[in-house]
């Protein structure tokens, strides 16, 4: 049976916010509102992206930078953000249609799948951020890390579901509990040093961590 347990009155407050804020801005990527107000601020028009997941911040992305190459893969959402990406002229967008890998594979074999790899054309020290917003999580940030350039920015929403933070949004993981699982801590394992900024909104954390200058 489903808990309302955390339907708080702060909880309720936090939720008809992020309603309101959804309906102000139609475009706006599904992300803390906190976090697009920094995306807005951090991205150039000379930047390359890569996002796990599309929907409302493939073509937001594509009207803020040079390029983005995106992947989803459920087949009738795709046909759905393609079209949206074509009625809005986002010529600058690489979108793909890759199934989802069989989860009965190894994390291992997960990595390998087209899904994360997207692209043999995505070499390393090619992009300025990843959006880590689609299904295996772990295994896209992992993939995204490599090809990231000094200073770039790797971005993962729902964060608080999956790495330790002090987030008060509803099945968040804290300190104690530590990541959800062993490919999260591989995750946590390369980006440890990184400079990181969490954005909450009372719902949810969207995390964005800058790689270091100098490695």
Known sequence: M????????????????????????????????????YLEQA????????????????TWFASHVKSLVSVEHNEEWFNIVKENIKKLGCKNVEYHFYPKPDPNSSFEDI???QYVRVSEALQE????????????RPACALRSIPLLK???????????????CQSTAPNSRHIKDGPLNEEWQKVINEIKDWDNVWFGNGIK????FRKPERE
């Open 2 to 37: 489903r808990s309302f347990s955390h339907w708080t009155p702060v909880y309720i407050f936090s939720r008809l916010s992020d309603w309101y804020y959804r309906f102000r801005n139609p475009a706006a990527p599904w992300l803390t509102p906190r976090a697009v107000e």
């Open 205 to 208: 954390e969207t995390v964005i």
């Open 125 to 136: 020290k090619s992009i300025n951020f990843a959006l880590v917003d689609g299904i295996v």
């Open 43 to 58: 991205l150039q028009p000379d930047y390359a992206g890569l996002e796990y997941g599309s929907g409302r911040s493939t």
């Open 111 to 113: 990595q390998k799948s």
């Open 150 to 164: 000094n200073g770039g920015l790797l971005i993962i929403d729902d964060a608080n579901h999956y790495i330790p």
